[in-house]
């Protein structure tokens, strides 16, 4: 089967990193996805990852590696605006996009 | 660019009555995609059209539920007879996917947010 698997939630501080994993098993890989999601509001892309190493964008980063099947989303100096659940997705063989649950990111003053 | 355009945004409806969602994808793009969310499930995908084709409808509940897109700026997801546990968020993407089959990132519209009392 498929799967992928973030934390369900996360806390920190505001000002301070937070590193979100993400771990998966798909048939195939193609790409992998993070998308931020505001509590009511739809989903917005992040990053796009389908080489091994580290994508910066600004305060944002997203590595992959393919081999271990592992992906996370870093986040630099902290805003309040960044408490969101963040939603890990990954394109595998057939082009099909699988969804992680999301994991939900609580900053705290 | 106006985005990813939904209606209605909000739809209260009691069991048994049938529930039109309709979406306009980003002018341009030839990949459309209809997601229902809620917090048991996460986000699903239902369907997805390709050049206003239906490319995989695994996603799709059951016979009740139904999406058509009948040009390249109109979709429509049906639901009948709408059930309770149908209630959830129902979101349209759309994105641009070239020959090569790049997979390039999808925009969310706003999403329906649907009751089933």
């Known amino acids: 089967g498929q799967n992928i698997d973030q934390p369900t939630e996360m806390t920190a501080t505001e000002g301070a990193i937070v590193q979100i994993n993400c771990t998966y098993q798909?048939?195939?890989?193609?790409?992998l996805f993070w998308y931020q999601q505001h509590a009511g509001e739809a989903p917005t892309f992040l990053s796009y990852?389908?080489l091994d190493g580290l994508e910066e964008k600004g305060r944002f980063s997203s590595f992959l590696s393919r081999s271990k099947g592992y992906s996370y989303l870093l986040l630099k100096e902290l805003q309040m605006k960044d408490s969101a659940s963040y939603l890990c997705?990954?394109?595998?063989?057939?082009?099909?996009?699988?969804w992680g649950a999301g994991t939900k990111l609580i900053i705290k003053p | 660019d106006a985005g990813v355009i939904q209606s209605p945004r909000h739809e209260v409806t009691e069991m048994g009555q049938e529930v039109t969602l309709r979406c306009k994808p980003i002018?341009?793009?030839?990949?459309l995609f209809w997601y229902r969310q809620t917090m048991m499930r996460g986000l699903e995908l239902l369907i997805y059209?390709?050049?206003?084709?239906?490319?995989?409808d695994s996603g799709m509940p059951e016979d009740r539920f139904s999406a058509k897109m009948p040009n390249a700026s109109f979709s429509t997801l049906k639901i009948q007879p709408s059930e309770p546990r149908d209630s959830a968020v129902y979101f349209c993407?759309?994105?641009?996917?070239?020959?090569?089959?790049?997979?390039?990132?999808?925009?969310f519209g706003p999403g329906t947010r649907l009751t089933v009392l």
């Open positions: 997705a990954v394109v595998d063989s057939n082009y099909q996009l699988i």
């Open positions: 798909t048939s195939g890989f193609n790409g």
């Open positions: 993407a759309s994105s641009l996917t070239t020959s090569g089959g790049a997979y390039n990132e999808q925009f």
């Open positions: 059209f390709n050049n206003n084709v239906p490319i995989d």
């Open positions: 990852n389908v």
């Open positions: 002018s341009g793009h030839n990949s």
